[in-house]
């Protein structure tokens, strides 16, 4: 371990986690309504900073990071973006947002698109939005209506935004309309992802659902035209998760069909078809990496996959089974605590006198190659930075027990 720092008391009842962030030699954390400013040299704190909200989204965009609060209840003001300079801490641009935002989407030229509802009479009024990162102002913004909380996507220079039966592209730089497919049969998506390898849009949602539950379906939509290429009924269990949609590559789509108290079931698609290349039983929904897919099988275990056959390469035992994410106090996640960092996977995990590890594999064959004692679980995901460091958040476990 380079170094560690106090953050301070973790907000009580405070459920947001927020990765920290590497602006050159800066590591950037959030906490509640506190974000701090480290050098990642010597954990040296270089500034701190309250906002007035708690801290719901952070972006890195050259030497600024973008900073969204969010309002507490109904009655608060409305959220803000920030731009603050990552050296200092002193704010660049402020950006009150003109409604709630139930969407947010960074682009790769440094972008951010969001919509957001302002409901007014009862009607879901609102607009879609792209903000520039380096200088706040609005690039385009363009009214919508929804009588949903539609998600958004971006890729391939577009936004992609499902409202009302009607998917539409929009150029993320100029906000002109690149195409616009009717999905009558689709009343609305619950998940909307974008996948450069293979050119496609997907979208998950249910038909037929006058009277009914409906049927859960799965659709290819090609990203240049907005040609559906294939659709597919996928067999939900129940109502698909809305982060029930992963794009893998090389080649692969990932679709949880359901989620149980005893784990989930993911389908593992070929995009070309939309056919079930392989499935995969898990307590947690398997994790992508670039060498491969990662499932827990048992208490403990972790098993590294083929991307395109499922066939298992190898399958790695820690010897007090790893540790869930701390979500907040009292609050765990649900999702398997396995993170690429370069050629290992770093797990949270516990050791046989109960005290928190960190434990380093190889991607390649499971090797351990390191394990590191920490002071507490592990309370927002690990984040790999540049020149091989890995900054990460804990909470004291004095504080955990009500």
């Known amino acids: 371990m380079r170094w560690q720092v106090p953050l301070g008391p973790h907000p009580p ?11 050159g030699t800066v590591a950037v954390f959030a906490q509640g309504d506190v974000l701090y400013g480290l050098r990642l040299a010597d954990w040296h704190r270089l500034w701190s900073r309250a906002v007035s909200q708690d801290i719901a ?10 900073v969204l609060t969010q309002p507490i209840s109904s009655s608060s003001p409305l959220p803000v973006l920030t731009g603050l300079d990552a050296s200092t801490g002193q704010p660049r641009w ?7 935002v139930h969407g947010l989407s960074p682009t790769a030229d440094g972008g951010l698109a969001m919509a957001m509802a302002i409901w007014s009479n009862l009607r879901g009024d609102g607009a879609l939005e792209v903000v520039d990162l380096s200088s706040g102002r609005a690039r385009w913004t363009v009214p919508v209506h929804s009588d949903a909380d539609p998600p958004v996507a971006v890729g391939g220079g577009a936004v992609l935004y499902d409202a009302n039966s009607q998917l539409t592209s929009y150029d993320d730089r100029t906000g002109q ?12 998506a619950d998940d909307v992802v974008w996948q450069a390898s293979a050119g496609l849009v997907y979208l998950t949602g249910a038909v037929g659902q006058t009277g009914g539950q409906g049927e859960q379906v799965l659709l290819g939509i090609s990203a240049a035209d907005g040609r559906v290429r294939w659709w597919v009924v996928v067999r939900f269990a129940n109502t698909a998760p809305p982060d029930s949609l992963d794009p893998y590559a090389p080649g692969l789509i990932s679709v949880t069909t359901s989620a149980y108290s005893g784990g989930t079931s993911q389908d593992e698609l070929d995009p070309a078809t939309g056919r079930v290349r392989w499935q995969v039983v898990s307590p947690y929904p398997a994790i992508a990496t670039p060498a491969g897919i ?32 701390v979500t907040g106090p009292w609050q765990t996640s649900t999702t398997l605590p396995v993170f690429p960092a370069g050629p290992l996977l770093v797990v949270p995990a516990a050791s046989p006198d109960d005290s928190h590890l960190l434990a380093a594999f190889r991607m390649s064959d499971g090797h351990r190659t390191w394990q590191i004692t920490i002071p507490g679980p592990v309370t ?20 955990l027990a009500p």
């Open 13 to 23: 009842g405070s459920g947001l986690q927020v990765s920290p962030l590497a602006v």
């Open 57 to 66: 989204g952070m972006w890195r965009w050259q030497n600024l990071i973008v």
């Open 94 to 100: 402020r950006l009150p947002v003109g409604g709630s």
């Open 177 to 188: 309309i690149r195409w616009t497919e009717a999905l009558s049969a689709l009343p609305g």
């Open 294 to 325: 990662v499932t827990a099988p048992g208490p403990g275990q972790i098993t590294m996959h083929d991307t395109l056959t499922g066939q298992t390469r190898w399958t790695a035992t820690l010897t007090s089974g790893w540790l869930p994410l």
């Open 380 to 399: 927002a995901p690990l984040s790999p930075v540049p020149g091989g460091i890995l900054v990460y958040t804990v909470i004291p476990p004095s504080i």
